[in-house]
């Protein structure tokens, strides 16, 4: 019968330990739910943003084009022989802008994400002009060496 003694203390929280460790607990979730939104708008953000494939695309494609001989543009399509191959680029039927061989077989996608494209050639430059399915637009110009 000692333990129902009412004079007898036992170990326990008291109130104010008690919203202490509630306000505490809040304070924890309420800084995880903040940050939690932070991230998730900011990888929105890069997932919806076209400018890091921009910046890769157009490295990517100066790279492909370099020591490469320009044939011609038609057809929506840049056509450049480089090491003795015959290489196309351009928009495929669907949203990508890709590298093919010369008479179209095998591909290589190097951007997605495309509304519409337009390949011009004046001398020795091209210009490509893509637009992008979010009203993006961007402008790659690339001028070929001039063979002697």
Same mark, same amino acid.
């Given at each position: 019968?000692?333990?129902?003694?009412?004079?007898?203390? /036992?170990?326990?929280?008291?109130?104010?330990?008690?919203?202490?460790?509630?306000?505490?607990?809040?304070?924890?979730?309420?800084?995880?739910?903040?940050?939690?939104?932070?991230?998730?708008?900011?990888?929105?953000? /890069?997932?919806?943003?076209?400018?890091?494939?921009?910046?890769?695309?157009?490295?990517?494609?100066?790279?492909?084009?370099?020591?490469?001989?320009?044939?011609?543009?038609?057809?929506?399509?840049?056509?450049?022989?480089?090491?003795?191959?015959?290489?196309?680029?351009?928009?495929?039927?669907?949203?990508?802008?890709?590298?093919?061989?010369?008479?179209?077989?095998?591909?290589?996608?190097?951007?997605?994400? /495309?509304?519409?494209?337009?390949?011009?050639?004046?001398?020795?430059?091209?210009?490509?002009?893509?637009?992008?399915?979010?009203?993006?637009?961007?402008?790659?110009?690339?001028?070929?060496?001039?063979?002697?």
């Amino acid at each position: 019968m000692d333990s129902l003694d009412p004079k007898k203390r /036992l170990p326990a929280f008291t109130l104010l330990e008690c919203l202490m460790a509630l306000l505490v607990i809040s304070g924890s979730v309420l800084v995880y739910n903040g940050l939690s939104r932070s991230l998730v708008g900011n990888v929105h953000y /890069l997932s919806d943003s076209r400018q890091n494939n921009w910046l890769l695309f157009s490295q990517q494609l100066s790279a492909e084009l370099a020591g490469s001989q320009l044939d011609k543009v038609e057809d929506g399509k840049l056509y450049v022989t480089k090491a003795g191959q015959a290489l196309a680029f351009g928009q495929s039927r669907s949203d990508d802008f890709r590298k093919t061989s010369a008479d179209g077989r095998g591909y290589q996608p190097m951007l997605y994400g /495309l509304k519409s494209s337009a390949i011009s050639q004046e001398k020795g430059k091209v210009r490509i002009q893509l637009q992008f399915d979010n009203g993006l637009e961007r402008t790659f110009i690339y001028a070929f060496d001039q063979k002697s």
